[in-house]
Nanobody, 128 residues
Framework: QVQLVESGGGSVQAGGSLKLSCAAS????????MAWFRQNPGKARERVAT????????AYANSVKGRFTVSLDNAKNTLYLQMDGLKPEDTAVYFC?????????????????????WGQGTQVTVPS
């Protein structure tokens, strides 16, 4: 079992920056893919970025590539998402998620349905 708690959301002007954090607890000694997803009402949950706790596995949605940076502090069991150059279309509830990896294959799964553990979400608003 893994428990995830996000923080760091808020409202920021277009072009600004925010850094989201996701503190993990529980079975953090196991290898996991960690991911950030985002969702707006009535829309599907969209993968934003992924990273593997064993190293590698970093991938981004095309819509955020070059603006967002995912990172992991294994000592603190904390996942981060640095968001720069924010745009109104980045407005969403952001969720962190995790899935245990038993056999690493160089890529974290992109589909939200694969992830077992979820945080409660944090709102990011970029007014137009």
């Amino acid at each position: 079992q893994v428990q995830l708690v996000e923080s760091g959301g808020g409202s920021v002007q277009a072009g600004g920056s925010l850094k989201l954090s996701c503190a993990a607890s529980g079975s953090t000694h196991k290898r996991h893919c960690m991911a950030w997803f985002r969702q707006n009402p009535g829309k599907a949950r969209e993968r934003v970025a992924t990273i593997y706790t064993g190293g590698g596995g970093i991938a981004y949605a095309n819509s955020v590539k070059g603006r967002f940076t995912v990172s992991l502090d294994n000592a603190k069991n904390t996942l981060y998402l640095q968001m720069d150059g924010l745009k109104p279309e980045d407005t969403a509830v952001y969720f962190c998620a995790a899935v245990e990896i038993l056999s690493w294959g160089d890529l974290c799964p992109p589909s939200s349905s694969t992830y077992t553990y979820w945080g409660q979400g944090t709102q990011v608003t970029v007014p137009s």
